[in-house]
């Protein structure tokens, strides 16, 4: 049988489930935040490893021109080497009829029989090549998904200045090309970069590489030393034209996946401590309220000769159901979140499986914060009810003093009206209580306007990237190195407007031990199309004497202005430069380094080359533009603005980035949360009092004046508090968001606090309205017959 | 539970010396007692009476170990109330004392026999609380909740969770106030039952004047202090006075 006191409990819960429900649901969505982010991350690099180590993804990639096969034994024999196998690896085009422009392809040979040792790939559709069919190949499943390609189907490609009709055996995919980037584009596109194997007898004849390989992949064993290994590599290939090795954290689709779980897992630190902190505050500045509304029964059962102990694990029961009850029911939701998301991701980013994992401690911390910050809100009060003596406790709340406020008061009547007098009177009175709950609004608010001023940011983001840096319509990136006179040929073509060169230059920078792999990119001094631009979006004039990097290249190689950068060249005489850093260029997206264009070429000793150019181009003859461009041999590819701008969205929307809508749905829910619990504390503080005034002839109106004018006032009083808690969330949210691949400025926009003001607003008026429907059947003579 | 409170030495149920409280301070501050000394032997049946805001209230909160005092000492048999630590005002409240408040003061989510259980659950050698809601004449309103009692039958229940755990002494206050003639007589009776079947130490709080006629003694209280004790050498029972 339960004990009255614990009947007393059940009927308690019973009768605030609606208030316990809206305080488990706030501390649930803490707990929501906090699962689903352990969840992703870990099932995102849990699926990676695995996806990985059963594809033998290779260690090291060491691209060569070309490697007689002999060489594998040389390079098996580097310490540190388990196992190497040589490839060939070319680059091509594939020509869609509907595609306006070509398409970039990576070509890769499979071994003519036999297993694939490294880089193993998964066929998910088809069949395999089959034997002595030259002209069949296995194509990469989702660019082939798409263009709407399935097996059996031909498509025709240009491979090595050649073209040639293939016939698709099969759909593949491979962990080394889950995201890849077709040159000039800003963000990963499906539809825009294709893989193509075959076998190695066809693509060596395609390549005239018999006998040779083109690039070869690497397992360590555990106790390698990466850039020991690295080094020896590049001594055999060097004579071979190796263009130099790297690891696998220099791959591109594996640099792309893991920045995009350091992302997570930056997401995954930042996130749920704050959702959970203000969930937890929330939490606690409610329970307080609520027990503090117990006072009398508090007192009462210490009358009655219940000790201290006694009393507290009443309330602590009563307080462990709703934050236990809301922690799990977070942590359910967490995992469906989760999981539906990790859904999401695996399309994303091509798992062909998905291993979903919530690590156990997300669980136990979520349960054990929601337990802890509400078992202190209740401690608190009950500290303090407990050094009252029980007869204090017990007495009927001592009429509240109002003769202190003097002069103030006397000003005040003389102004307002009865009602207005008592809301006024009521604030001056409990000042703690009336900051206590506007600084929670304001918390709510705050995570609100941070988390909508976060999606406008991401909307900037793309907007700026678009109209202020590459303002172009379009980038042509050429097959090879091209001389400035190409920039007059695409010059004439009709419609092009306006053309622009570019330079990018494959290079490791290097600043003592920071060092980063990526390309300098020379411009015109002052360059139309694309632009570095500094923080308040203006041009940067680019420089002969020094080079302008990218401010998260600046954090990561540690340097600042005035400091010497060395830049190893990764192309051509792989010279080595050393060059100070004259400025620092805001980025929205990746890491790029700027220098002027003639002083690059003039560094590496080529004058006049230029590897692509920025188009601006006339709408009206948009189509015979793209047929010519298509006829140029010398275009290895063309990306339209539009289609980067979609894409980059898209990156957003679907990645790690898309984490913002659920956060500003779940601020959303913690907002409403808080304002309905304080208008129904409020509410439960006051029932006596309003049922006195009804009694005493103050019409419902009048009546509701003086509960929702107090609440009015604490929503009013919460706008600045929200305002200075949206400033310094968004600046910790906006770091969890930013990542190597777009980087989100912290620059919350005025409307993001327009909307979460109009949200609480809305909240306000909604918890009124049911606060309100709640006092007009408030039962007059039970409301003053009992006091609760 | 640590320390136990049964052996009670002594025929002096409560002896004051010097009780003082003093609420607030500075200008604001009331004296509600100022040096109380009274001695009441244990088993008898003390009526208090005095004008509005005398402290009667305040006494017995004191005595009830339910509030401390400025000043002075207040000792229950051989133990110094005055002196206790809150867990062992704990013990004692638990043990020793019933109540009855001038304001009900049931539990608003508790039926009356619940509320009753509320105590007798932790009482030593409780009554059933059926029992004890029967002798106040609410056979018939045990599962009712406070808010559908009237105000004179709250009170009632206040009573049985009083008498339910059979305590040493029982401070009421005020127990008749909202009570008509019958049923007034009906608690009082309950409460001399109390007092000469179980010897238990009553202690009534009334403005009704006639009450004092079942007394043993009669403190009549003013202004903090007391004016005036009256032995009587004969009692009437409860339906012997006139209302
Ligand atoms: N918490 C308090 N703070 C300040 N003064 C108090 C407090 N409680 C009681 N008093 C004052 O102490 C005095 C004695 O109060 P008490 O309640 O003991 O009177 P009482 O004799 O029981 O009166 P009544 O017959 O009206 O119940 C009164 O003047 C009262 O105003
Ligand atoms: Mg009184």
Redesign the interface.
Known sequence: MF???D??LF??LG?MKMQAIAIGLVIAVGVVVLVMMDGLFNSLSQTKTTYYDRYRLAEVYAPAVRAPKHLLENLANVPGVDSVIGRIRGGGLVNLPQEDVPITAAIVSLPDHGAVRLNDIYLAEGKQIERGREDQILLLRSFAKAHGLQPGDRISATINGAKRKLEIAGLAQSPEFLLSMAPGDLAPDDKRYAVIWMSETSLGAAFDLKGAFSEALFSLTRDAKLPEVLDRVDQILANYGGTGAYGLEDQTSNRFLTEEIKGLATQSKILPPIFLAIAAFLLNIVISRMIQSER??IG?????????M?VSAHYFKFVLAIAIGGALVGCLIGVWVGRSYADLFQQYYKFPFLVFRVDPQAFIIGILVSVFTASAGALFVLRKV?AL????A?R?PAPADYSRAGGFMAAVKRIFDQPTRMVLRRIARHPGRAFGAALGVGAGMGLSAASIGLMMTFTNVVDQTFDYVDRSDMTVVFAALRSTDTLNELRSLEGVTHVEPFRAVPVILRNGLHSHKGAVTGLLANPQQYRAVDKDLNPITLREDGIIIAKPLAKKLAISPGQKLFIEVQDGERPTLQMPVVGVAETLSGAPAYLEIGALNRALKQPNQISGAYLQIDEKLQAPLYEALKAMPVIAGASLKSKSREAFETLMDQSAGSMRYVMSFIAAIITFGIVYNSARIAFAERSRDLASLRVIGFTKGETAFVLLGELAIMVIMAVPIGIAFGLGLNAAIVEGFSTDLYQIPNQIQPEAFGTAGIAVLVSSVFSGWMVKRNMDGLDLV?AL???? | ?GIHMHQMTGDTAFRTRGLTKVYGSGAAAVHALRGVDIDIPKGEMVVLLGPSGSGKSTLL?IL?G???ATDGTAQFFDHDLTAMR??EL??????H?G?V?Q?Y??????TAK??V???T??ADDPMDAAEALARVGLKERINHF??QLS?GEQQRVAIARAVAKQPTVMFCDEPTGALDSATGRSVLNVLQSVNQDLGTTVMIVTHAAATAAMADRVIHFADGGVREVIRNTTKLTADEIEW
Do not use: C, H, W
């Open positions: 004990s009255a006191l009947k007393k009927r308690d009768r009398e029964q009462l059962l210490k009358a009655f000769g219940y000790s201290s006694e407990f003596t029980p007869a204090v017990m009927p039970s017959k009992t006091r609760e | 539970m909160n009830g339910l509030d401390d809150e867990r704990t013990l004692y409240r638990r043990e004392v109540f408040f304001f003061n049931l539990m608003p989510s508790l619940e509320n259980e509320l105590v659950e932790i406070p808010a105000g």
